[in-house]
């Protein structure tokens, strides 16, 4: 099982990771012993890398390289072995200066989020103000065209329609059509959609069984329908840092994330799909071909239990989860109790520190 490392294999998976992290380069088990932190040969490390390697968590990507993390590494990593980040003095008076500026207006108050976010983490950064207006598919019809095609019509709560027609992959008869529609309807009409997860997307999938690959395209077109993708409440930051990395050399693969970010309505639905606490996507669990090789992390931020927006970061996968976590949960924290009328306040400022909680991507945590 995925999770059922002995201590030693978990040591030297996260010694490697937080390495790679730091270097950018490959590593290999005579790193791992120069630091004397681990009391055990070379060759044995070197053994315990192999099986890690084998077991999915680790890959060489040269014959005479070291080794670098896969996505399931890092899932394990942010999962069972990052540790909390505490926030430095100067880190703190970053976050504090912004949330004590004064403002009362959301969208500043994001904006400024975002720049404070580029900034600290040395990422892209994304700011999302939640569009009001129409935010609920009240019903939905699906009608079977042919064995790759059918037509979707959305039904919004002011009474307007949006009609979309889906071509799909995998061939499908008026059957597959029909239980699309009681699912679509069973599950999501009438729910606001800034507050459905990942979690209860997989079960929407799960219900569909064979066919809940579906359910990832109609969702982008739901989001689109309600409008929540509008240029002006979507912000981004530190767009130009993505060339610092190596993993964006690659004009190709850069051209493609650029091309995402313009069009945001991809990145609106998958903020929208978050959990309540920090919700950390690597790689492929984004579900958008442009970010397969980049993690996204973000947060929604909840004001009297309603979504009011989001802050989060896009970068390599090979990125500091613990100190973008720690970030994160301290801005919008922060934003949260400003927006919050003194009434409703909480006592407890927000935890700098915490980085542990429900970090979640394509999975439920185990």
Do not use: W
Not at 35 to 53: C, K, P, V, W, Y
Not at 161 to 172: D, G, H, L, N, Q
Not at 292 to 303: D, H, R, W, Y
Request: charged share 25%; net charge negative; with cysteine.
């Amino acid at each position: 099982m995925e999770y059922e490392l002995s201590s030693r294999k978990r040591a030297i998976l996260k010694a490697v990771i937080d390495a790679y992290i730091e270097s950018g380069e490959p590593v290999g088990s005579k790193a791992l012993t120069q630091g004397q932190q681990f009391e055990i040969s070379s060759a044995t490390i070197r053994n315990e890398m192999a099986d890690l390697e084998a077991l999915g968590y680790l890959e060489q990507p040269h014959t005479s390289a070291g080794r670098i993390p896969t996505e399931l590494g890092y899932r394990f990593y942010v999962d069972c072995l990052m540790q909390d980040y505490a926030l430095s003095s100067g880190e703190l008076a970053q976050l504090n200066a912004m949330l004590k500026a004064k403002t009362a207006e959301l969208d500043k108050m994001l904006q400024n989020a975002g720049k404070i976010m580029a900034n600290l983490t040395n990422y892209t950064a994304i700011a999302v103000k939640q569009q009001g207006g129409a935010g609920t598919v009240t019903r939905f019809s699906v009608t079977f065209i042919d064995e790759h095609d059918f037509l979707l019509v959305m039904v919004l709560d002011d009474r307007s329609a949006v009609t979309r027609f889906v071509r799909t992959e995998t061939a499908i008869d008026e059957n597959v059509t029909e239980a699309l529609e009681r699912t679509l309807n069973a599950f999501i009409a009438g729910k606001d959609l800034s507050l459905i997860t990942l979690p209860y997307l997989m079960q929407v999938e799960k219900s569909l069984g064979s066919y809940g690959a579906l359910i990832s395209p109609i969702m982008k077109f739901i989001y689109e329908a309600v409008g929540s993708a509008s240029e002006k409440d979507v912000h981004f930051d530190g767009v130009d840092k993505l060339l610092e990395y190596p993993e964006f050399t690659d004009s190709s693969k850069l051209k493609e994330v650029l091309g995402m970010i313009d069009r945001k309505s991809e990145l609106v639905g998958l903020l929208s799909g978050g959990e309540e606490d920090v919700t950390i996507c690597i790689g492929r669990e984004n579900g958008v071909e442009a970010l397969a090789g980049s993690s996204l992390v973000f947060k929604k931020i909840v004001v009297d239990g309603k979504v009011v927006g989001a802050v989060g970061v896009i970068g390599p996968c090979r990125m500091d989860y613990s100190k973008v976590v720690s970030a994160i949960r301290y801005l919008s924290g922060g934003i949260e109790s400003a927006m919050t009328p003194v009434s409703d306040k909480r006592l407890a400022p927000p935890d700098a520190g915490k980085t542990g909680g429900n970090t979640t991507g394509g999975k439920d945590d185990p």
